[in-house]
């Protein structure tokens, strides 16, 4: 068992160890950023000091309206509906990383399978699949985002599914996209002819001998689109079309009911929330690319080729200890 | 059902794309009040995008891993993450709320809007049609923060693709020729390696039309600006089914359409493609 453990972690670590240099240091600050912000997620009803729609203290007091920060309301109090910021902050990162983890993971799940389903079997299946997903691919992401929570916002409400679900529209046509052509590519190697030469059938390909091929993009894929999701979501929430403000804290809402403060000068409500958003769609971007530096070859060898800067100080020093490693 | 999409095809062949619930107006009415200031703003978000991104781009493809670099390409990460509405709010805050030099939303005074008799539509035009300088002021004065945000978001593409195709084009065998003959290391730079890698600059730029409607939606939206993407917002609150699919359709019709010119334009100014 506890060889299992350690050959699952052995694998799971492997993009970071073998990074170098400036791809490591971009890594492992994303990935600093973002433990962050999941344990400031997990942990929100320990962290937070008031619930998200909270407008009385726990001693009965009204909590003040706009108020600057201070002792009791750290990133002071809203001036919609007198809620305190910094709960507000702490419960949209719950949210936030709900929705974006539902989205993610449905995308895979949808994405995926038909990708190697499609570029395995080829044929009409193949045609149509492609032809949606291109429409679905070129449409602008944004407005496909707001068709789609206004049509589930009457079926499913306005809560975390829905806004997840919306999502995850936007995002099915990329994994489809890559692990399709990836699929055809491989469709034809070797190995693939070895197995139907001992006469595996198809779906004993496709689940042992592709799937485990062709998703080696998909963590690159994941993550940069976790970071555009977070930043949809709360455009969705900004214009007041993803999550109600009953059902949860949101940092797009907030943002939005920010907005006429700002020419009243009252910073502290619109200020949090966004630079939440900012910290964390810095720390997945910094992530995705990190592990696109290590695990897309074409990008590796892409730093590796030969400067035609005079060698000279760290930038010669890195360009060496990256080729000793391939 | 079949037919009732035919039915429909055709009606959005013929720019007739159904009229709103709630007030019974047709969309293409809409696009006609209001196309003109989301055109305003596209077009001048796209020249600050490149008075910045092109600049800073150059730069950073020719000292590439240096400081400058590096900064350079985090500023495109951050212009990348920050969300378009963020920077509308503190640059409010900045400009309106702290400093009070400029209006917060809106296209342009009331009295400007009563004294200006639309006749483009665009009231930068409109405004200059009716010789009006104080209008014009006025009416830039509450374009440049809209702008500037825009500008911002699609200047962070900007500057990562310039700086990749710098970076590209600077590698290449006639570099090093121009180079051998003597010729300075500027004009290197301008007439031969930038005139190279804009090629594709101009493409992919001309593909981010989706990115700059979504960008236009969330600025009309943060700065109360009366252009197409605010009503579409209104009639989304409003549950107007048929004005939020109509002004949908037309966006997505307008995509597919400048994704065709791009294409052509693309084979007219590069040899190499010709179809």
């Given at each position: 068992m506890s060889t299992v453990a350690r050959r699952a972690l052995h694998r799971l670590s492997s993009p970071f160890r073998q990074t170098t240099g400036f791809a490591r240091w971009i890594l492992l600050s994303g990935l600093v950023i973002v433990a962050f912000f999941v344990l400031v997620a997990m942990l929100a009803p320990w962290i937070a000091p008031y619930d998200f729609a909270q407008t009385r203290t726990d001693a009965g007091e009204r909590i003040p309206k706009a108020a600057p920060p201070s002792a009791q309301h750290w990133l002071g109090t809203t001036s919609f509906g007198n809620y305190d910021v910094f709960s507000r902050v702490v419960w949209g990162c719950r949210t936030a990383l709900q929705v974006v983890f539902t989205a993610v993971l449905l995308s895979l799940f949808l994405g995926v399978p038909l990708g190697v389903v499609s570029g395995f079997l080829g044929g009409w299946l193949d045609r149509i699949l492609v032809l949606v997903m291109d429409a679905l691919y070129a449409f602008p992401s944004l407005l496909l985002a707001i068709v789609f929570s206004f049509l589930l916002s009457d079926q499913l409400g306005g809560g975390v599914i829905s806004a997840g679900v919306a999502l995850t529209v936007i995002y099915v046509p990329q994994y489809f996209r890559v692990v399709r052509n990836t699929t055809v590519s491989a469709r034809e190697a070797t190995y693939v002819e070895a197995a139907r030469a001992i006469g595996a059938r198809n779906h004993t390909i496709m689940g042992r001998y592709l799937f485990g091929n062709v998703i080696q993009s998909v963590p690159v894929i994941g993550t940069l689109n976790a970071a555009d999701a977070i930043g949809t979501l709360a455009a969705l929430g900004f214009l007041g079309i993803g999550i109600q403000p009953g059902d949860a804290a949101e940092w797009g809402y907030d943002l939005q009911r920010a907005l006429p403060d700002a020419s009243a000068g009252i910073w502290w409500t619109g200020v949090f929330p966004g630079l939440a958003i900012v910290l964390l769609v810095t720390g997945l971007t910094l992530v995705g690319e990190g592990l696109n530096e290590t695990m897309n070859p074409t990008l590796r060898r892409r730093r590796l080729r030969p400067f035609t800067l005079p060698p000279r100080g760290a930038v010669a020093m890195q360009a060496g200890k990256g080729q000793v490693d391939l | 059902m079949f037919v009732q999409y035919l039915d429909y095809l055709r009606d959005v062949a013929?720019?007739?794309?159904?009229?709103?619930?709630?007030?019974?107006?047709?969309?293409?009415?809409?696009?006609?009040?209001?196309?003109?200031?989301?055109?305003?703003?596209?077009?001048?978000?796209?020249?600050?995008?490149?008075?910045?991104?092109?600049?800073?781009?150059?730069?950073?493809?020719?000292?590439?891993?240096?400081?400058?670099?590096?900064?350079?390409?985090?500023?495109?990460?951050?212009?990348?993450?920050?969300?378009?509405?963020?920077?509308?709010?503190?640059?409010?805050?900045?400009?309106?709320?702290?400093?009070?030099?400029?209006?917060?939303?809106?296209?342009?005074?009331?009295?400007?809007?009563?004294?200006?008799?639309?006749?483009?539509?665009?009231?930068?035009?409109?405004?200059?049609?009716?010789?009006?300088?104080?209008?014009?002021?006025?009416?830039?004065?509450?374009?440049?923060?809209?702008?500037?945000?825009?500008?911002?978001?699609?200047?962070?593409?900007?500057?990562?693709?310039?700086?990749?195709?710098?970076?590209?084009?600077?590698?290449?065998?006639?570099?090093?020729?121009?180079?051998?003959?003597?010729?300075?290391?500027?004009?290197?730079?301008?007439?031969?390696?930038?005139?190279?890698?804009?090629?594709?600059?101009?493409?992919?730029?001309?593909?981010?039309?989706?990115?700059?409607?979504?960008?236009?939606?969330?600025?009309?939206?943060?700065?109360?600006?009366?252009?197409?993407?605010?009503?579409?917002?209104?009639?989304?609150?409003?549950?107007?089914?048929?004005?939020?699919?109509?002004?949908i359709t037309m966006f997505a019709v307008v995509v597919v359409v400048v994704s065709i010119l791009i294409d052509i334009v693309n084979a007219l100014i590069d040899p190499r493609v010709r179809y």
């Open positions: - | 013929t720019l007739n794309f159904g009229e709103t619930i709630t007030d019974n107006r047709p969309v293409i009415e809409i696009v006609q009040n209001h196309g003109g200031a989301t055109l305003t703003l596209s077009v001048a978000a796209f020249a600050v995008a490149l008075l910045i991104g092109l600049p800073l781009g150059v730069i950073a493809g020719r000292l590439r891993d240096t400081i400058p670099d590096l900064v350079i390409r985090v500023f495109g990460i951050v212009t990348y993450a920050a969300p378009v509405f963020y920077w509308g709010l503190l640059f409010q805050l900045l400009f309106s709320g702290i400093l009070g030099v400029l209006p917060s939303s809106g296209a342009a005074s009331p009295i400007t809007i009563f004294q200006v008799e639309p006749v483009t539509h665009i009231l930068l035009l409109d405004a200059a049609i009716a010789a009006n300088g104080d209008a014009v002021l006025d009416v830039l004065e509450h374009l440049l923060m809209p702008a500037m945000t825009l500008g911002l978001l699609l200047s962070g593409i900007f500057i990562r693709l310039v700086r990749v195709n710098v970076l590209q084009s600077l590698q290449g065998d006639y570099i090093e020729a121009a180079r051998a003959r003597g010729i300075k290391e500027s004009r290197v730079l301008r007439s031969h390696a930038l005139r190279n890698a804009l090629v594709p600059v101009v493409t992919v730029i001309g593909l981010q039309i989706a990115l700059l409607l979504s960008g236009a939606i969330l600025t009309e939206a943060t700065f109360n600006w009366p252009g197409i993407g605010n009503e579409l917002v209104q009639y989304i609150n409003l549950r107007d089914y048929a004005a939020v699919q109509g002004i």
